[in-house]
């Protein structure tokens, strides 16, 4: 069981060690204004705020969100194009490499269009699924990020392209589709933090004991804001309290975090 005392001493490790736990936060599948996005960032009280915005829906009005607030392309149209018998994908190897490459391009195109500077170029695959030989053609689009779920294999899966990953996911979707639970969501801060901060303690620094996790990857949180129900707030509004007293953690931006060094 994992609790929330389990996660101030994981913290007071880092601190004790004379290290800060870089934490980074992404919120999927953004679209428009509304009183559950305003919660969210009400919840999240100033801390940076990575906003996974779908490209072709996304309204010019999510411009008005405060300035701690960043928009990174989310897919283009974020729907399902593989077929039945495989796992949901927009941009899977069932589509030609131009077409998928244009959409990519458009939906980037749009949100600089509509964000300026505050559209970073860190593709979100929907799903958190691309086709791995179609990585290294997001550079082709403009794009030096990207951003899927669990520990990254590479800090650059491809020339001139970094990956931060989110490895926390507060929603149970294989059952209840509701929060997961304390003990789930903070045992998987938990062990990421802890991978990170053995890891990073060693000569090599690069990675954990068991060579899984880059101690360099800050802790990504990924949130559904459409989808949460008064659990998930209710953590959230914990989590972000605890973490942002606590001196040896700190949040990023997208940007700081995708260019922590190794």
């Known amino acids: 069981m994992s609790s929330w005392d389990d996660l101030d001493r994981e913290l007071d490790a880092w601190g004790e060690a004379g290290r800060v736990a870089s934490l980074w936060w992404r919120d999927d599948d953004a679209r428009r204004p509304g009183p559950r996005l305003n919660r969210l960032i009400e919840v999240g009280d100033g801390l940076p705020l990575a906003l996974a915005a779908v490209p072709a829906e996304a309204e010019a009005s999510l411009a008005d969100l405060p300035a701690n607030v960043s928009f990174l392309p989310h897919?283009?149209?974020?729907?399902?194009?593989?077929?039945?018998?495989?796992?949901?994908?927009?941009?899977?190897?069932?589509?030609?490499?131009?077409?998928?490459?244009?959409?990519?391009?458009?939906?980037?195109?749009?949100?600089?269009?509509?964000?300026?500077?505050?559209?970073?170029?860190?593709?979100?695959?929907?799903?958190?699924?691309?086709?791995?030989?179609?990585?290294?053609?997001?550079?082709?689009?403009?794009?030096?990020?990207?951003?899927?779920?669990?520990?990254?294999?590479?800090?650059?899966?491809?020339?001139?392209?970094?990956?931060?990953?989110?490895?926390?996911?507060?929603?149970?979707?294989?059952?209840?589709?509701?929060?997961?639970?304390?003990?789930?969501?903070l045992a998987q801060f938990i062990a990421h933090l802890g991978a990170r901060r053995i890891g990073g303690a060693r000569q090599d620094a690069a990675t954990s004991v068991d060579g899984s996790v880059d101690a360099a990857e800050a802790t990504g949180l990924m949130t559904h804001h459409a989808v949460h129900d008064a659990e998930c707030w209710e953590f959230l509004g914990k989590l972000c309290r605890n973490t942002a007293k606590h001196d040896a953690a700190r949040w990023l931006s997208a940007d700081e975090a995708a260019s922590l060094p190794p």
Request: charged residues 25%; hydrophobic residues 40%; aromatic residues 10%.
């Open 75 to 185: 897919g283009w149209r974020h729907v399902n194009l593989a077929p039945a018998s495989e796992k949901k994908c927009e941009f899977g190897p069932h589509r030609p490499a131009f077409d998928r490459l244009a959409d990519v391009a458009l939906g980037w195109t749009r949100l600089r269009h509509l964000f300026g500077e505050r559209a970073r170029p860190i593709f979100v695959p929907p799903w958190n699924r691309i086709d791995p030989a179609f990585v290294a053609r997001l550079g082709h689009a403009g794009l030096t990020g990207l951003s899927r779920f669990g520990p990254r294999k590479a800090m650059h899966p491809a020339p001139g392209l970094t990956e931060m990953n989110c490895h926390v996911d507060i929603i149970d979707w294989r059952g209840t589709r509701g929060f997961v639970g304390d003990d789930a969501a």
